[in-house]
């Protein structure tokens, strides 16, 4: 692998996307931007019940109805039970899902749908479906499910993948690195703390949308708001039971994702609507239809107990997370997993470690993938318990960091013991500028001077918190992507990735770094990403993967095309190949002659020994190198009414090299708004009978304008060996520090530990009266 | 889903009411059309257009009184000179919290009271400030704002067409505050105070709770606490302390009836808190 | 029923229903820029400019524009020149998934018109009706205020 250059051309600089103007025009790049004659519009028919068996459903009204062309049920479409999880293959989450069954789990769940010649149509045919329910009882909190005599969620024979389905137990993790019990004996001081979250969601301002359509040789085309094209590919196939090379996935431009859109949703039944109809169909979720049956972040109970010297050098930590996954066990394993495997080896000078956990089957809306993956739920009691350490021990929380933080040089145990629901890869961390992000934010918040004064204005008492954290960057020994490069003879590349840019800019950086390989400025690169058909295998948009792992398979794929453009170009320099540079959309030799990369090019494809100059690499990670952050919030409490207000927060991290600092930040500061919300005012409420009761924005809570602190992103810059330019991935991050770092710093102004989420003024409130008596 | 079968514009008032009353249930009055798409049940089939029969003016009267259309749009009215003049800036300090920019370009004065959503901003203010409002039903009427809300249910089957503020007297003091979850946001309860303070002390006192979850609502009792009080610190804690235990306060998905029950004490003492320190400038 | 509009500079004569939305009008007619993202008044990515204000195109019957100028992001650029607005969100990266830009930029259009010279906390409310999920809202408020000098210049682009 090479140095880090002495300075880049591409990289590192805040280029305009490469999709931007087509964006801001407003140009009909989306999904639902496409219209095509004849479509069918398609609606759902959602359970009203948390847990039922269907014992007679009558579709005749429906199908009768003018307008109406395809009615699907569960008697009509196939039973293959399949998961919706879109992560590689064999995925790690069990089969417990058909795309119809006479048994629905949760509020919302799919009994039948209906395509029509208008949305309007199809609203009116699905009030005319009869169908007969028998209610069973539902477990509609996670104590309830593991108790004897529980509702069976999944008593169904032919699922599999489940770890005991008659204990509604969807996964089991337990792993152990040395003896935390003989770890806890030797400590000086314990803490123990528990904590639990809430059901979010993700919300992207686009839902879930997919067109389907049939091509000229009547394959299936699949125009979907995806992170995963590929899976979707491969799921679909299986879901319907037709051959994988029927089915074309295009992923246009993508309204946001942040993980919901790695799952396969609703491409099986537009698709089979097509295949039977031979007609488009389009669905589009409606904003409420997003909120009661789309996917959300796996709510949480996580304990986590550290025992310590009385000098803070962390004996033991252990960890026991019950994650509730819902209805179906969607990435139930692996979030769950992934609540330590990303965050115990930060700490990795403690030598008694344990983790263990569950993911449990309830009746309530379904977990899925959402951006930190089960490291965000993990961060908020271990982060908040080393807070409650340092306090214990008479220490500065930041020197309680400092001195158990992983560093370069360095592994973690947890990292082979625990990966993707499997067991991990080892690895030593290569780069790691964390104790400089500690204190340039430390420095920028006003620590020093703030910490523990409690400042008083009015009725609001100001404090500040930390906290630090790693994730990673794409799954080592288990993502895979690929991309390919060829040339033009004008000395234009197109670059064709299977990568998924849903609105993060990742054909933007990966452009970047080939055109930083190949010497020429962005506008010769050429973006095509995520076209089963035209571009080349990648994994999609998840686990951080993207500009690690996608942007380590451009810049190989780049490098051979450099390479052969250097053969191409010695000829005709006289030169040797291996001493060409190519910059300024050009070859140089040593003596200062150069030829252009559209002379190479025209040579290669009209003179002599013609090929096409052009290469396909791919990526398969061997290692995840983490990125580091240091989260510094200062809040101020409102004693009259609980109110939480982040008066400034303060982000540290590192990156690697940030390909386009922009793009980085933009990364940072949309996690950590999302995280702030996550924390502060996010919360789905469930009635007792399992129905989400605030599925809108205007009872949803996310951020808008007016409730942003001001922000200090500040990239700290390292080199990653292993990376694309030096790059490490930065998707993901951010959203883990807010809730940590928020409720450390209300314990810093009120005295009080919030163990739930979301910190709304009433539970601030109650807490501190549960504090004060 | 909507069953509208026809959008009316109307040449008149008259025939505007003839629409309404010949349809019934089945007509919507339409003024900014922002909540009619939303809320409106099924039954309704005609949506009666009158924006471009209401006023759209907001003049000041009676030397300081202001009387404003209920064409008006909420942005309109939060940019007019008079309005932003009328007691001391607080149309103005509400309407800004109302919804958003988006929402206010479009929303109409009348269509805020016609809607009487239980959350309304709109409402608790003009509530405090005593408004009239001038409706047509085949003939001009005129009632207190108040008197209207008591049956709400009608409030949108009567052609709003104007709103007049009283003339406030000398030191007369007027607040509102309003508790969100976010900066966009309906509130979890709001609040708004109105009273005139002479040497007798607090008189001409309003009181007005809304979004608690019931729509705003003078509380008697809290006003009665007030009243005669010159507005010391243990005067307005009294008060805030009624406010609390006077409310209806019920749970809903924004907050529990508990958690109301403080911000209304929280809200009449901002408010009162910041009156009084007015009245002593 | 028919209805006579001006999008974008012309005029056009529609067939609709009365209860459409102009949101679902303007799509079926071409304006794919015009996004849905609630239909409920609450993200604003339907934001399109109605006789100059920005209002949320999903909650406004399209029997409603009769006789009125919209203005949609399609209408902003002129040829291959980009309005400021527009030019200032690309240099200043605010443009992530681009799904909210539209609304976001003619609610920004809206807030120069009646207000060249717009503070932060100006800024942060004109816009406080449309959300995002992708930013920190942090490079739209530095685009706007790059608008801002440039349009106060007299500048067509940066």
């Known amino acids: 692998m090479a140095d880090r250059p002495k300075r880049f051309v591409t990289v590192g600089k805040n280029l305009r996307k490469v999709d931007g103007t087509a964006l801001i025009t407003g140009k009909p790049e989306f999904v639902a931007d496409l219209q095509l004659p004849n479509t069918l519009h398609v609606k759902i028919l959602g359970s009203p019940y948390a847990h039922a068996r269907i014992t007679s459903i009558d579709v005749r009204d429906a199908e009768a109805m003018p307008g109406v062309v395809c009615v699907l049920t569960h008697l009509n479409t196939p039973a293959t039970r399949h998961t919706t999880a879109g992560q590689g293959y064999p995925e790690p989450s069990p089969y417990d899902t058909r795309m119809f069954e006479n048994k629905v789990r949760f509020v919302g769940d799919r009994v039948a749908a209906v395509a029509a010649e208008s949305e309007a149509i199809a609203e009116a045919a699905l009030k005319v479906i009869r169908v007969d329910y028998e209610e069973l009882p539902a477990v509609l909190a996670i104590d309830e499910a593991r108790v004897d005599g529980a509702p069976v969620i999944h008593d169904e024979a032919d699922s599999t993948g489940i770890y005991d389905a008659g204990r509604n137990i969807v996964a089991d993790v337990d792993i152990d690195v040395g003896d935390v019990a003989a770890g806890f004996a030797e400590s000086d001081e314990i803490v123990e703390m528990t904590c639990e979250t809430q059901y979010a969601q993700h919300t992207p301002i686009e839902t879930h949308v997919v067109l389907s359509y049939l091509d000229s040789a009547n394959r299936l085309v699949l125009r979907t708001s995806t992170q995963v094209p590929f899976h979707v590919r491969r799921i679909v196939a299986q879901t319907l039971d037709i051959p994988m090379q029927q089915i074309r996935v295009i992923k246009p431009r993508i309204g946001g994702g942040f993980g919901t859109k790695q799952e396969i949703l609703l491409e099986d039944i537009v698709g089979l609507i097509t295949l039977r109809t031979g007609q488009p169909a389009l669905i589009s979720l409606s904003r409420q239809e997003e909120f009661a049956a789309s996917r959300t972040r796996h709510p949480m109970r996580v304990r986590v107990k550290l025992g310590a010297n009385s000098d803070g050098r962390l004996n033991a930590i252990e960890m026991e997370a019950t994650s509730n996954t819902g209805a179906y066990g969607s990435h139930g394993l692996t979030v769950l997993a992934n609540t330590g495997s990303k965050t115990l080896p930060l700490y990795n000078k403690a030598p008694h470690a344990h983790f263990y956990g569950q993911a449990i089957y309830t009746n309530l809306p379904v977990g899925g993938a959402y951006r930190g993956y089960g490291a965000t739920q993990g961060y908020y009691p271990l982060e908040m318990a080393m807070d409650e350490l340092a306090v214990r021990l008479n220490m500065d929380p930041i020197d309680l960091r400092t001195l158990n933080h992983i560093r370069v040089g360095e592994t973690s145990p947890i990292f082979e013991k625990l990966g993707e629901g499997r067991e991990g890869v080892s690895q030593t961390v290569k780069s790691c500028e964390l104790p400089r992000c500690i204190e340039i934010g430390a420095e920028r918040i006003g620590w020093a001077k703030k910490r523990g004064k409690r400042l008083k204005i009015g009725p609001w008492v100001h404090g500040v918190g930390m906290s630090i954290m790693m994730q990673g960057s794409g799954i080592p020994e288990i993502d895979m992507a690929a991309a390919t490069i060829k040339m033009n003879e004008d000395g234009s590349f197109n670059l064709l990735i299977g990568a998924t840019d849903l609105g993060t800019g990742s054909d933007t950086i990966l452009a970047q770094i080939a055109a930083e390989v190949l010497g020429v400025p962005l506008t010769k690169m050429l973006v095509t990403s995520s076209d089963t058909d035209y571009t080349p295998f990648d994994v999609g948009a998840y686990a951080s993967s993207t500009t690690y792992v996608s942007g380590m398979a451009v810049q190989k794929a780049a490098e051979q095309v450099r390479d052969q453009i250097r053969a191409v170009a010695a000829p005709l320099l006289k030169a040797e190949a291996e001493r060409l540079e190519l910059r300024d959309d050009a070859v140089h030799d040593p003596s200062g002659d150069q030829v252009s990369l559209a002379r190479v090019c025209q040579r290669a494809m009209y003179e002599t020994d013609q090929f096409q100059i052009g290469a396909t690499a791919s990526c398969v990670p061997t290692e995840s190198p983490p990125p580091f952050l240091a989260n510094f919030a200062e809040v101020a409490v409102n004693t009259e009414t609980g109110k939480v207000k982040v008066v400034h927060y303060v982000a540290a991290v590192d990156c690697g090299v940030a390909i386009n600092p922009h793009m980085a930040e933009g990364q940072m500061e949309g996690a950590i708004v999302n995280g702030i919300g996550y924390a502060l005012t996010e919360e789905m409420i469930l009635s007792s009978k399992g129905r989400v009761r605030n599925p809108s924005f205007f009872d949803y809570k996310i951020p808008g304008m007016l409730d942003v602190p001001p922000m200090d992103i500040i990239l700290v810059e390292s080199y990653e060996p292993t990376g694309p330019m030096g790059a490490k991935s930065v998707g993901e991050i951010g959203i883990n520090g807010p809730i940590p770092t928020i409720a450390n710093a209300i314990y810093d102004a009120v005295g009080v530990r919030l163990t739930e989420t979301p910190f709304t003024p009433e539970r601030v409130l109650n807490a501190m009266k549960a504090v004060s008596g | ?281 | 029923m028919t209805m006579t509009l001006t999008i974008n500079g012309k005029k056009r004569t529609l067939t609709i229903d009365p209860g459409e939305k102009l949101l679902d009008v303007l799509r079926r007619e071409g304006y794919m820029g015009v996004k849905k993202g609630c239909g409920a008044g609450d993200c604003g990515a339907c934001a399109v400019l109605f006789n100059g204000r920005a209002v949320n195109s999903c909650l406004v019957f399209a029997a409603k524009a009769e006789g009125a100028e919209i203005l949609t992001i399609e209408g902003l650029a002129t040829g291959e020149v980009l309005h400021p607005v527009q030019e200032a969100f690309l240099q200043e990266g605010a443009v992530q998934c681009g799904y909210c830009t539209p609304g976001m930029v003619m609610a920004t259009i809206d807030l120069l018109s009646r207000n060249p010279d717009p503070s932060e906390p100006e800024i942060r409310e004109a816009l406080s009706g449309n959300l995002c999920r992708c930013t920190g809202y942090v490079k739209q408020v530095n685009a706007v205020q790059r608008a801002a000098e440039w349009m106060k210049g007299g500048e067509t682009r940066g």
């Open chain 2, 1 to 281: 889903m909507s069953n509208i079968k026809t959008y009316q514009r109307p040449a008149s008032l008259e025939d505007a009411w003839r629409l309404l009353s010949e349809e019934g249930k089945t007509a919507k009055l339409v003024g900014g059309a922002v909540d009619v798409g939303l809320f409106a049940p099924p039954e309704v089939a005609t949506l009666i257009d009158l924006s471009h029969l209401l006023s759209t003016s907001v003049e000041s009267r009676d030397g300081g009184g202001l009387v404003i259309g209920a064409g008006v749009t909420l942005t309109e009215l939060l940019e007019s000179p008079q309005a932003q003049a009328y007691g001391g800036g607080i149309l103005v300090t509400m309407l800004r919290q109302v919804a958003s920019p988006l929402l206010r370009n479009a929303a109409t004065l009348g269509g805020a009271l016609a809607s009487t959503h239980p959350w309304s901003d709109v409402i608790t203010l003009l509530l405090a400030l005593d408004a009239q409002v001038r409706r047509y039903s085949g003939h001009p009427e005129e009632a207190a704002l108040e008197t209207l809300l008591e049956s709400r249910g009608t409030m949108d089957r009567v052609i709003i067409s104007e709103v007049s503020l009283p003339r406030l007297e000398e030191r007369t003091y007027i607040d509102f505050e309003k508790f969100v979850r976010t900066g966009f946001d309906v509130g979890m309860l709001n609040c708004a105070c109105r009273m005139s303070l002479s040497d007798d002390g607090c008189a001409n006192v309003r009181v007005v709770l809304g979004g608690t979850p019931d729509i705003a609502r003078r509380s008697p009792d809290v006003e009665a606490a007030i009243a005669g009080t010159s507005l010391t610190a243990s005067d307005i804690e009294k008060a805030a302390a009624v406010a609390s235990e006077s409310i209806p306060a019920r749970d809903d998905v924004r907050a529990s009836g508990a958690y109301r029950r403080i911000l209304a004490k929280a809200g009449v003492r901002r408010c009162l808190q910041r009156m009084a320190q007015k009245a002593g400038e």
